[in-house]
């Protein structure tokens, strides 16, 4: 079966730095994905992480650490238009579908 | 940059009827997905399409449901007779043939099916 955990909710400052937590347990694994989504919206790809450690991509980088199944999204200097959910997404080994997690709702106060 | 497009945006049925959600993905995309979301739950996979046929399903993609790629560039979703739980917002996604994931998966800005 498969398994993912995000928190359900985090709150962070405008200009400030926040990390959001993924841990999995699938049956195999090719592949991490971090989606953005805001309410009402698709999920628009952020990142993807297949080995070990840390991609940057502007002001988001996320980390993956396969032998602990834990992955995090970092996002640096927030703005008021980061407010959104963050979804974390594996891809299990042997198929071509994506799994979600339940997702991070993340609150951007001035 | 290459959308998925997906129509129409918002669709109300009574229950029992059939609906057709549409779909175009990427053009040079080859594989097809369709996903939904319960209002306030997380994306759940219904199924993925690839050379013309249903690569994988899940436990949601029962009889009830079918897909399709009538020409080269729709792909839809129909669903036989709707129940009131088959009201969520249902997304459309595609990805690249490849080995690599680099690009992630496109979704549509998706249908909200409303059942009354």
């Known amino acids: 079966g498969q398994n993912i955990d995000q928190p359900t909710e985090m709150t962070a400052t405008e200009g400030a730095i926040v990390q959001i937590n993924c841990t999995y347990q699938t049956s195999g694994f090719n592949g991490l994905f971090w989606y953005q989504q805001h309410a009402g919206e698709a999920p628009t790809f952020l990142s993807y992480?297949?080995?070990?450690g840390l991609e940057e991509k502007g002001r988001f980088s996320s980390f993956l650490s396969r032998s602990k199944g834990y992955s995090y999204l970092l996002l640096k200097e927030l703005q008021m238009k980061d407010s959104a959910s963050y979804l974390c997404?594996?891809?299990?080994?042997?198929?071509?579908?994506?799994?979600f997690g339940t997702g991070t709702r993340l609150l951007v106060s001035p | 940059e290459p959308e998925v497009t997906q129509t129409p945006s918002h669709q109300v049925t009574q229950m029992g009827q059939e609906v057709i959600l549409r779909c175009v993905p990427i053009?040079?995309?080859?594989?097809f997905y369709w996903y939904r979301q319960i209002l306030g739950q997380k994306v759940e996979f219904l199924v993925s399409?690839?050379?013309?046929?249903?690569?994988?399903k899940s436990e949601i993609f029962d009889d009830q449901f079918s897909v399709e790629r009538p020409d080269g560039s729709n792909f839809t979703l129909k669903i036989r007779s709707t129940k009131l739980e088959d009201s969520a917002m249902y997304f459309c996604?595609?990805?690249?043939?490849?080995?690599?994931?680099?690009?992630?998966?496109?979704f549509g800005s998706g249908t909200r099916l409303t059942v009354v």
């Open positions: 996604a595609s990805r690249e043939q490849g080995l690599s994931d680099r690009n992630g998966y496109t």
């Open positions: 053009s040079n995309h080859l594989y």
């Open positions: 399409f690839y050379n013309n046929e249903i690569s994988e």
């Open positions: 992480n297949v080995l070990d």
């Open positions: 997404a594996v891809r299990p080994s042997g198929f071509q579908k994506l799994v």
